[in-house]
């Protein structure tokens, strides 16, 4: 039985972990596209197609 709780105990810490580092990928994800869009808008007189 002890071993069934650590195994569930590492795998919930893995989750967490998981979890942490996708929600770090999405906000700096997010301010990428913020900025460049921003850039973009900066320079959109500039730009000609």
């Known amino acids: 039985m002890e ?7 590492n795998t919930g810490a ?8 996708m929600i ?6 997010g301010v990428i596209a913020i900025v460049t869009g921003a850039n ?4 959109k007189s500039e730009l000609t197609f």
């Open 24 to 29: 770090a990928a999405g906000v700096s994800t």
């Open 40 to 43: 973009l808008l900066k320079k």
């Open 14 to 21: 893995a989750n967490i972990v998981i979890g942490i580092i």
């Open 3 to 9: 071993r069934i709780y650590k195994t569930m105990r």
